[in-house]
């Protein structure tokens, strides 16, 4: 099982990003795939994910209104369209096989992180 993200870099305030994250390896019919991020001395926390049909997506509310999630499951790929970055996005973003209980959203597989860098 791998989740494999990429697309991060260093953009200014007000820029855009894109990540992408490969599944591979099994297929992941049964979650979500999700993004969560963490920032320096901070707990990981969830930022956005979107159902294997593809017509249910969910974003925490720090993000809505700027972020798009997006599958192709043909391709086993998941999109995260950030737009509209602040410095308080920076962060590492890791892209996730996710699920939904309790209240939150919780990663039952993780992929390895893609820095992301917002400059004011």
């Known amino acids: 099982v791998q989740l494999q993200a990429s697309g991060g870099g260093l953009v200014q305030a007000g820029g855009s990003l894109r990540l992408s994250c490969a599944a591979s390896?099994?297929?992941?019919?049964?979650?979500?795939l999700g993004w969560f991020r963490q920032a320096p001395g901070q707990e990981r926390e969830f930022v956005a994910a979107i159902r294997w049909s593809g017509d249910s997506t969910y974003y925490a509310d720090s993000v809505k209104g700027r972020f798009i999630i997006s599958r192709d499951n043909a391709k086993n790929t998941a999109w995260l369209q950030m737009n509209s970055l602040l410095p308080e996005d920076t962060a590492v973003y890791y892209c996730a096989a996710t699920y939904f209980s309790a209240g939150a959203w919780y990663a039952a597989y993780w992929g390895q992180g893609t820095l992301v860098t917002v400059s004011s």
């Open positions: 390896g099994r297929t992941f019919s049964n979650y979500a």
